[in-house]
């Protein structure tokens, strides 16, 4: 493992820091609290500060020599609804709120690399530290791009990081192509006529319906997807009636689709309301199907993943690189800024993911261990992409 000396000899401070924000978790958009301790510390380093960019976001700029190059390296600052069961000392004190994604690890370790490249300066450009609100479902990554983030801070190339438990702590997975699915929802109302259960030729039956539209749906997936295209398509919800004996008149599904790329969710979107109206006109119900698009899926950009296996293979060696890893089907709106410029998404291992220590779970903590790991990599990320001619 090659963590830069400067950042290992700081390895306490950043569990300091990462454990601070750990035990002030905040929610979508109200990252008060955290995007200020962000803020005030790259003011203190020197570094140019911007508040308030997609609501709650913070923008630092370290420019060094003369080259118009431009990259953003992004970190995400939000935690999740949930109470945190962990009874360490830093354990969340924000009821029903948590760092159980690891947020607080992946802006941590962004402060670290920017306290290094601001004192160093040993590339050739600028970077632009992007942290952002609201990952978990919000759209804090559209919030700060609508809000001119590009205008305001060019940049060639994006970069971004989450720590993902069951990979060993020292490694990376980095590659090409699809790496997070998108994630939509969608809502159907059945409108039939409510009858006596007794007499149903009187009614027509929304729930016969409903059960038949969720049999069909799953033929999207096993029947006319191309098996090598990954895509999820689950019903969540199925609500009707009221009594033993009463047909009711209408019967309400929602459910999600995931898929890893732009074609098969533009399939589903399209095929999940082609049979709605097939299976209601066979029911003689009538069909009201909305779709809601969600984040899009993460592609990384194969020039840029280049760039990030170089990087990491700087610090946990070629072996610590893993690039036979499959996709994850969960969601991730970093997505949004590889769309605008080509980008990169890398895993961090967190460790083994033992004793609910996985994403979103209320026994889940960062590994402090990864911090001057991932710092160590932003910097070398930084020195690789922006290296001086
Ligand atoms: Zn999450
Ligand atoms: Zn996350």
Redesign the pocket.
Request: proline share 0%; glycine share 10%; charged share 40%.
């Given at each position: 493992m090659n963590i830069i000396d400067d950042i290992r000899a700081r390895q306490s401070e950043l569990s300091r820091i990462r454990r601070d924000i750990h035990a002030y978790p905040e929610l979508a958009f109200d990252e008060h609290r955290t995007g200020d301790v962000v803020a005030r510390h790259l003011e203190a380093l020197g570094i140019e500060t911007h508040r308030g960019i997609g609501r709650t976001g913070v923008v630092g700029v370290i420019r060094a020599g003369s080259s118009t190059r431009a990259i953003g390296l992004r970190a995400?600052m939000d935690a999740l609804p949930i109470t945190e069961r962990n009874t360490f000392e830093h354990c969340s004190r924000h009821a029903g709120r948590m760092h159980a994604?690891?947020?607080d690890g992946?802006t941590t370790m962004l402060l670290g690399a920017a306290e290094y490249l601001a004192k160093h300066r040993n590339f050739d450009g600028t970077v632009v530290l992007i942290f952002q609100p609201a990952?978990?479902g919000e759209g804090g990554a559209p919030a700060m791009l609508a809000d001119g983030l590009l205008e305001r801070f060019p940049f060639e190339m994006v970069f971004g990081m989450?720590n993902w438990p069951g990979l060993p702590v020292g490694s990376f997975g980095v590659f090409p192509g699809p790496v997070m699915a998108s994630s939509d929802q969608w809502e159907i109302h059945l409108h039939g006529r409510g009858a006596h259960a007794a007499m149903p030729q009187q009614g027509l039956d929304p729930i016969v319906a409903g059960a038949a539209l969720v049999q069909s749906l799953q033929s999207l997936i096993t029947r006319t997807r191309d098996p090598l295209e990954p895509a999820v398509l689950s019903v969540t919800q199925f609500h009707a009636g009221e009594a033993y004996n009463a047909i009711p008149d209408r019967a309400y599904l929602m459910g999600t689709v995931r898929a890893l790329s732009h074609n098969e969710r533009d399939r589903l979107e399209h095929a999940i309301g082609v049979v709605t109206d097939g299976i209601a006109a066979a029911h003689g119900v009538r069909a009201e199907y909305t779709y809601r698009r969600g984040y899009p899926p993460t592609i990384n950009d194969a020039a840029a993943a280049a760039v990030c296996a170089q990087a990491a293979a700087k610090v946990a060696g070629a072996t610590g690189v893993l690039a036979n890893l499959r996709p994850s089907m969960g969601a991730?709106d970093f997505a949004y800024f590889a769309q605008a410029r080509p980008g990169c998404y890398v895993w961090i291992g967190n460790g083994p993911g033992e004793g609910g220590c996985t994403?979103h779970n209320p026994n889940y903590d960062f590994n402090d261990e990864a911090l001057p790991i991932g710092a160590s990599y932003w910097v070398r990320l930084v020195e690789t992409a922006l290296a001086p001619a």
């Open positions: 995400d994604c690891g947020h992946h990952e978990e989450h991730e994403l």
